[in-house]
């Protein structure tokens, strides 16, 4: 028997997991997932924790439900992987691989930051891209009296490019329902040049800010949270004052990727943009936020990639030639707040462009455009994650790169 071992059974792992069990040959090959955790959780829902938009139930669920019974799960912490002896060390025993899938993640790194971790974290600094800090600041919003409210992003590239805005938006929403939206001043700071990622957006949707009053600082490179002032410094010695501080911090690749020596300097592992094949280790293939390919980090990436890497990993067991198809496809949604969201689709070439998604004409969702439709694409996607994309069953009329039906690429923005 050979082995195919899948590292972290997060959403990309669970994704090809579900994939390949089904067409990689069981008399010729044994699959393996390995994660320590026993809580699988929805992440785009943390965004809603906070306003009481979902509960705890909604984001979390057993993992191992979503986990085929046929495949091998090993529930314990990976320690090691050893590239040069196709070896994975965990606490308590080694395994050997024929192919490894690295599904590993990424997460907060709080302590990148000096004084991130100061006395005022999840007391009046909080993050909510985790399920802890989410939560915390849940329950420091149902009781804030308001004032400085400060949305804040320490450095790309982060998980859900989108999500520190949509927080913004849906907090001006959120203080207009408690009627108390004039007591809290929100400012959106970000190290990019504009709101948005991309370009485009920033052109054609910075109209949302000016609507919702909230002031926008670009181009801050922070240096430090001074917790006694209580603001943020950057490295030109601006400084931003809070009341409330809602941060991003760095976002960075699993620690086994450091210790195995497999990643840059964020331990996101060097991987080919269209095959997801590891660039140093042909039998290594890497998946979803692991990465450093120049695609969102977000699960309809993942889902993306899914089916690009399980053709690969086919055609690799099969001695092929690898498809060079994976096009940075993205398809995400952006609360902005009052029951509407905009829709966004683009790859690593295609900028985001008005247009219907996903039919020409028919839609019935719009690009670029604010909608209640979307608002419910959006919420509708949380059921998609359960009971469609960890199973590994494709969405219909969704494909896997970037379709140019019903986009309008000569539309002036405004």
């Not at 109209?207 to 490295?235: G, S």
């Amino acid at each position: 028997m050979k082995n195919l071992i899948i590292l972290g059974a997060g959403t990309a792992g669970t994704m090809m997991a579900n994939h390949l069990v089904g067409k990689l040959p069981k008399k010729e090959w044994k699959i393996t997932i390995v994660d320590q955790y026993k809580t699988h959780y929805y992440q785009p829902g943390f965004l809603f924790l906070p306003f009481d938009t979902y509960t705890e139930n909604k984001v979390k669920k057993e993992g191992k439900k979503f986990i085929p019974k046929t495949v091998n799960y090993i529930q314990k912490k990976i320690d090691k992987i050893l590239p040069e002896s196709n070896k994975v060390k965990l606490e308590d025993e080694t395994l050997d691989y024929d192919i490894l899938i690295v599904a590993t993640g990424s997460k907060i790194a709080p302590a990148e930051t000096e004084g991130l971790l100061g006395p005022l974290w999840r007391k009046d600094i909080f993050d909510f891209y985790t399920y802890e800090g989410a939560l915390a600041l849940r329950n420091k919003l149902r009781n804030w009296q308001g004032g400085k409210l400060v949305v804040h992003i320490t450095e790309m590239p982060i998980k859900c490019p989108v999500a520190p805005l949509e927080f913004a938006f849906l907090a001006d929403s959120y203080f207009k329902k408690k009627g108390m939206r004039d007591k809290v001043e929100i400012t959106y700071v970000t190290p990019l040049d504009g709101a948005f990622t991309k370009p485009t957006c920033t052109k054609a949707l910075n109209y949302l800010l000016e609507e919702k009053q909230i002031k926008i600082q670009t181009d801050f490179a922070i240096m430090e949270v001074d917790n006694e002032k209580r603001a943020i410094v950057d490295y030109v010695d601006r400084e931003i004052p809070f009341d409330l501080l809602v941060t991003v911090p760095t976002n960075m690749g699993d620690e086994v990727i450091e210790r195995s020596g497999l990643g840059d300097d964020l331990n996101f592992i060097p991987t080919h943009k269209h095959t997801l094949q590891s660039k140093a280790h042909d039998n290594i293939f890497v998946i979803g936020d692991a990465t450093n390919v120049p695609a969102s980090k977000a699960g309809s990436v993942a889902h993306f990639q899914a089916e690009t890497l399980t053709d690969n990993i086919l055609l690799y067991t099969q001695g092929y030639k690898l498809k060079q198809e994976f096009d940075g496809h993205a398809n995400c949604f952006i609360e902005t707040g009052d029951n509407k969201a905009l829709l966004i689709d683009f790859n690593y070439d295609q900028e985001p462009v008005h247009g219907t998604f996903p039919f020409a004409k028919i839609g019935p969702l719009k690009l670029l455009k604010e909608s209640v439709f979307n608002h419910w694409g959006k919420l509708a996607f949380r059921w998609i994650y359960w009971n469609m994309l960890l199973k590994g069953i494709s969405i219909p009329f969704v494909g896997r790169n970037m379709s140019f039906k019903g986009k309008i690429f000569d539309i002036k923005q405004n």
